[in-house]
């Protein structure tokens, strides 16, 4: 089988001058620069760019994690490109891959070698560009990936704790393409390979430009609709005024018809033109059966494993977007709230060719996406889904427009098992427990939500299923956009009947964040007794970290939820963020004077009594482990999910 051959140099993009010799090239058409070390993946956003602008015949160089201290020769020694620079941060927001959630600086970068850390600056898109522009004046530099993604337009860096303009300002770039890349490149390159100016290009879809309206007009396109939000400039002075702007960007983010947004910034306008429709079936199997080596560049081969390759070497990504709309969570901002789904036959010959692998040892660490079960699931009626601006399509119920059968997927976990070289496959992404829940998921047919269930607790998972109820105060949870924890308790029953009947001796491992917009001391609380009644002493648990395009993140920095403007209560010192935090360890003997001084205090005896019993004792679920405690090392979602995002690429979440 094809990939059982030894890989020649040319199997991946060039990445050196040698390297673009071998190929016998005078002149390269596109130099991309990423953050990332180099892993010819569908996985990895760079990867995927890349092999996207090969196939429209375009001859690609990547220049990996190019050196940004030294005198800037890996910015030059490509030379200049024929059409345009290309410039991302990677997999990840380089200050997620940088900070923990309290600041500090990490001990390693997952997207590295040896999980080295020092080789991605921070904003590396903006440091990137910049470099560009100042050396190459004259090349067009274009900007994508979740960093750029997320930053399109005002937001609140946690970071520099400061409010900031469209990265399109301080990247000095000429173009951003958001969201998943491939619709607006091709456009891209449709037009400059006809001859059309880069500076020309003012309205592709799903792409942001400045525009100085004093010096030119902004294009007329029919059928295409305005809306302006506040500036730049009345967001610094206002907070409210921020707030509200991203009720108009959420919503037009997630529409299937949506309105061109401008924004003033400084003397210029920013124009973010609408998204293109969510990509179809064969498209998005088009993106993945491009000729990946699946492998990190053989110039890595003595400087160690890259982490984040290890973790998704024998994984599948069948879907893409997540309708979930969690107010914490960037995945609808980026990969869109509908589903794009790959087709049978694009996922298992994808399969085919890890089985084929020469290291492959016959178990898929991963059949998933954002979230696992959201496979093929879309709209009964595509004229109401025309119409929705909902950010949601599960919260606070369930449309009853969403068709949310299991069945195609459970029929895809079969048809993959089948393979021969198939031992066993897993689900390592996140599951949404909620929908496998009659009682919440009331159009569904209970009996296939079984089935599915028992399909992925009998043959897919390792010993331990991980969902995401996230806490257990049902204020909280409606902010977060999630459904109430009675549900969390009605899906262990089911778990736990499973369980016995199957004789499976399986373990549930439920997330949860701290210290998120509306949680108080209280709640975590009752989030510590009610999950210790449960028999659970948590193991993953996470510190809630704003990033910019996420409801929460605008409640944080504002103080105001953007869809009512109403004061939303937000823990945002160092000192309520870990108290909060320190219930998720109430065992723990340093915390337990605290936690009885507090709940003392607050007259919640009650809890107490829950928490630290006289007697000690507590009944504890089987298999329980010791609780990592994540609050100074939080990732984002995806990475706890054991996914990687694609730059327009998924690793990349929930935050």
């Not at 999980?115 to 004259?138: C, H, M, N, Q, W």
């Not at 947004?261 to 990509?279: A, D, H, K, S, Y």
Request: one cysteine or more; glycine letters at 6%.
């Amino acid at each position: 089988m094809e990939n059982t051959k030894k890989h020649q140099l040319t199997d991946w993009l060039p990445t050196t001058n040698k390297e673009v010799k071998i190929r016998g090239w005078e002149e390269l058409d596109v130099i991309l620069f990423s953050g990332d070390a180099y892993v010819d993946h569908p996985s990895f956003g760079p990867a995927v760019i890349g092999r996207i602008l090969e196939s429209y015949g375009l001859r690609v160089a990547i220049v990996p994690q190019p050196s940004v201290t030294d005198n800037l020769q890996d910015f030059e020694k490509l030379g200049k490109p024929r059409l345009f620079f290309a410039a991302t941060g990677g997999c990840m927001d380089p200050m997620v891959s940088n900070y923990t959630a309290s600041k500090k600086r990490r001990d390693k970068d997952a997207y590295t070698p040896n999980g080295d850390k020092g080789f991605r600056p921070d904003y590396a898109t903006s440091v990137y560009s910049k470099i560009l522009k100042e050396k190459f004046p004259d090349v067009p530099v274009l900007i994508g990936g979740i960093e750029a993604s997320l930053r399109r337009v005002t937001h609140y860096d946690y970071w520099s704790d400061q409010l900031l303009p469209s990265i399109l300002e301080t990247s000095k770039a000429d173009m951003l393409v958001y969201g998943m890349g491939e619709q607006p490149l091709r456009e891209i390159v449709e037009l400059l390979q006809k001859g059309v100016p880069f500076s020309s290009l003012k309205n592709i879809k799903q792409t942001a430009v400045f525009i100085n309206q004093q010096e030119e007009k902004l294009p007329v396109v029919n059928g295409w609709e305005d809306v302006t939000i506040n500036s730049h400039e009345a967001c610094l002075k206002d907070k409210k005024t921020f707030a509200s702007n991203f009720k108009v960007i959420e919503q037009e983010s997630n529409k299937l018809k949506a309105r061109r947004i401008l924004q003033r910034v400084g003397e210029n306008t920013l124009v973010i033109n609408p998204p293109f429709p969510t990509m179809t079936e064969k498209e998005i199997d088009g993106s993945f059966d491009l000729p990946f080596t699946r492998l990190p560049h053989p110039k890595y081969d003595k400087r160690g494993p890259i982490p984040a390759f290890e973790m998704i070497k024998f994984s599948i990504n069948i879907h893409r977007g997540c309708f979930g709309g969690c107010s914490f969570c960037t995945i609808s901002a980026h990969q869109g709230k509908f589903i794009a789904s790959r087709s049978k036959e694009s996922v298992l010959k994808e399969i085919d060719k890890v089985a084929n692998m020469p290291d492959f040892k016959g178990y898929l660490s991963d059949i998933g996406g954002p979230s696992a079960n959201m496979y093929q699931m879309k709209g009964k009626v595509q004229s109401i889904c025309d119409k929705c601006v909902a950010p949601s399509c599960i919260s606070p119920v369930i449309c009853s427009n969403l068709d949310t059968s299991h069945k195609p997927l459970t029929e895809l976990y079969q048809a993959v098992d089948k393979h021969p070289k198939i031992k066993k496959s897993f689900i390592g992404s996140g599951i949404r427990h909620d929908m496998l829940v009659p009682e919440f998921n009331k159009n569904a047919d209970p009996k296939e939500l079984d089935a599915y269930t028992e399909e992925v607790m009998t043959k897919h998972v390792s010993g331990r299923l991980k969902v995401a109820p996230e806490h257990t105060s049902d204020p909280v949870l409606k902010l977060m956009r999630k459904p109430s924890f009675k549900y969390f308790h009605m899906f262990k029953e089911r778990f736990d009947k499973i369980n016995i009947k199957k004789k499976l001796n399986l373990q549930l491992i439920p997330y949860f964040i701290s210290s998120h917009p509306a949680s108080e001391v209280e709640d975590m609380a009752n989030l510590a007794a009610e999950t210790k009644d449960m028999g659970f002493q948590l193991e993953q648990v996470q510190g809630f970290t704003p990033t910019p395009m996420t409801v929460a993140t605008v409640i944080y920095y504002s103080g105001y939820h953007p869809y009512t403007l109403k004061p939303t209560k937000t823990p945002k010192t160092k000192k309520e963020r870990e108290d909060q935090h320190k219930f998720f360890f109430w065992y723990k003997k340093e915390n337990k004077d605290w936690i009885r001084n507090t709940l003392n205090k607050v007259g919640r005896q009650d809890l107490l009594k829950v928490l630290l019993p006289e007697s000690g004792s507590w009944k504890k679920n089987k298999n329980a482990q010791e609780t990592k405690n994540t609050f100074d090392d939080a990732v984002p979602f995806n990475r706890r999910k054991k996914k990687v995002s694609r730059t327009s690429s998924k690793k990349r979440r929930r935050n």
